[in-house]
T-cell receptor, first 114, second 114 residues
Framework: NAGVTQTPKFRVLKTGQSMTLLCAQDMNHEYMYWYRQDPGMGLRLIHYSVGEGTTAKGEVPDGYNVSRLKKQNFLLGLESAAPSQTSVYFC?????????????FGNGTRLTVT | DQQVKQNSPSLSVQEGRISILNCDYTNSMFDYFLWYKKYPAEGPTFLISISSIKDKNEDGRFTVFLNKSAKHLSLHIVPSQPGDSAVYFCAADHYGGSQGNLIFGKGTKLSVKP
């Protein structure tokens, strides 16, 4: 059972470039999330989804877009990357809300924007 | 303004002894608290949680204590093992809040020495 898989694991972008991070889960979870973790900071929620076809903004959504076209996939897009978006990005999924069921995290994508 | 604070960035403990990780919160609306553990190059994993209607929850070697009047919770690990060496994140939620938006602390890095 793979759980939550994130691709790619590493990426370097130049300012202004775009990219998409892919998250896939095989647990049939309804809820999916994208977090970022910066040095010395806790995890901060970027966007989340409560089911296929739905998305919602989290704590730090600016500069990102997301899509949940299929239940098992949650895509995070950066249209015009900025150095401030250098971070480690974690995708997570849960069967129910984050307080009622554990979040299952992927192993992260380390993104550097130069 | 940080709503969930883990004021100790690191903690070092001898194998077999007790590890106590602390977490303070400022938002009196928080009514559910969770601890996640993170190893390097991996995503966080759920450890234990507690509802505000309780003051203690225990799971094997891990016990979480909640002091609502002090807005303080702590995670006790007894006995500590080298495999417990990881970063521990405290997280909080409040009923009626954004469904995905757990508020995480910055984490405490625990080192358990053999």
């Amino acid at each position: 059972n793979a759980g939550v898989t994130q691709t790619p694991k590493f990426r370097v972008l130049k300012t202004g470039q775009s990219m998409t991070l892919l998250c896939a889960q095989d647990m049939n979870h309804e809820y999916m999330y994208w977090y970022r973790q910066d040095p010395g900071m806790g995890l901060r929620l970027i966007h989340y989804s409560v089911g296929e076809g739905t998305t919602a903004k989290g704590e730090v959504p600016d500069g990102y877009n997301v899509s949940r076209l299929k239940k098992q996939n949650f895509l995070l897009g950066l249209e015009s990357a900025a150095p401030s978006q250098t971070s480690v990005y974690f995708c997570a999924s849960s069967a129910f809300t984050a307080r009622n069921s554990p979040l299952h995290f992927g192993n992260g994508t380390r993104l550097t924007v130069t | 303004d940080q709503q969930v604070k883990q004021n100790s960035p690191s903690l070092s403990v001898q194998e077999g002894r007790i590890s106590i990780l602390n977490c303070d919160y400022t938002n009196s609306m928080f009514d559910y608290f969770l601890w996640y553990k993170k190893y390097p190059a991996e995503g966080p994993t759920f450890l234990i949680s507690i509802s505000s209607i309780k003051d203690k929850n225990e799971d094997g070697r891990f016990t979480v204590f909640l002091n609502k009047s002090a807005k303080h919770l702590s995670l006790h690990i007894v006995p500590s093992q080298p495999g417990d060496s990881a970063v521990y994140f405290c997280a909080a939620d409040h009923y009626g809040g954004s469904q995905g938006n757990l508020i995480f602390g910055k984490g405490t890095k625990l080192s358990v020495k053999p």
